[in-house]
């Protein structure tokens, strides 16, 4: 198998534990081979240093031949939407550049083909990555 490009890695560097991802899939270069949402959990943390409550969400994303499953953490979301099925047609991650956005919408989750899914977070994680599991 290839390695993942140079630019991939480098594009997304700021996920954190992207080598857990790429170890499963060296040659992993695009997100929109995960095109199964096989499911999203959200929860509330509260940050008692700021006052303040910060919503998470784990998404569960898969390839459809079931060769790669990935669960993302995605600290800190904001403009959260999830509509229609649980097929992604074109799942995508951008990192966001615009400091004047602001450090909570660092990156940009998103579904480029149908708008399933939508959303903005501060941090994301790869918290597991491996074949699906039956």
């Known amino acids: 198998m290839n390695a993942a490009s140079p630019r991939f890695s ?3 560097k700021k996920i954190q534990n ?3 991802l790429l170890q499963q899939a060296p040659s992993f270069s695009s997100w929109s081979t995960l095109d199964l949402l096989n ?10 240093d700021n006052w ?3 919503h998470n969400l784990e998404l569960t ?15 800190n979301i904001s403009a959260f939407s ?10 995508a991650i951008e990192v966001n550049e615009d ?7 660092t990156f940009h989750i998103f579904d ?11 941090e994301i994680e790869v918290l597991q990555a491996g074949p699906v599991d039956v």
Not at 39 to 48: A, H, I, K, P, S
């Open 61 to 75: 994303l898969a390839s459809q031949d079931g060769s790669l499953q990935v669960v993302l953490l995605c600290r």
């Open 10 to 12: 480098q594009q997304y």
């Open 18 to 20: 992207l080598d857990k």
């Open 112 to 122: 480029y083909e149908d708008n399933i899914i939508h959303l903005f977070c501060q």
């Open 39 to 48: 499911g999203f959990r959200m929860y509330t943390e509260y940050d008692y």
């Open 82 to 91: 999830v509509y229609g099925d649980f097929q992604v047609a074109g799942f």
């Open 52 to 54: 303040l409550e910060v």
């Open 99 to 105: 400091p004047e956005l602001g450090a909570e919408r």
